[in-house]
């Protein structure tokens, strides 16, 4: 199943952004005991997982964006959220939003961090 992330965009070396991400109708009734995470791709590095967060909304960030990002969920509207504060041109990447692990890719959305 592909999970479509949004929010993406251009902005400036401290700027703010909110990325989210849906479930797609084939997983809703399954989406609450799912781990989901936040990954991101910058150009011509691997995909790496930033933030995860279990069922019960215990969350994990990878160093690099430990005390910046937060991971949040919303079980009831089947949504994940990654809100990403502080950025720093080291965050430019696509964003993809996926089970932990995870399985089939969806649509990942750019964000751009100018310095």
């Known amino acids: 199943v592909q999970l479509q992330a949004s929010g993406g965009g251009l902005v400036q070396t401290g700027g703010s952004l909110r990325l989210s991400c849906k479930a797609p109708?084939?997983?809703?009734?399954?989406?609450?005991?799912?781990?989901l995470g936040w990954y991101r791709q910058a150009p011509g590095k691997q995909r790496e997982l930033v933030a995860a967060?279990?069922?019960?909304?215990?969350?994990n960030y990878a160093d690099s964006v430990k005390g910046r990002f937060t991971i949040s969920r919303d079980n009831a509207n089947k949504k994940v959220y990654l809100q990403m504060n502080s950025l720093e041109p080291e965050d430019t990447a696509i964003y993809y939003c996926?089970?932990?692990?995870?399985?089939?890719w969806g649509q990942g959305t750019l964000v751009t961090v100018s310095s």
């Open positions: 996926n089970t932990d692990p995870p399985g089939q």
């Open positions: 109708r084939t997983i809703t009734s399954v989406w609450n005991p799912l781990t």
């Open positions: 967060i279990t069922s019960t909304r215990s969350a």
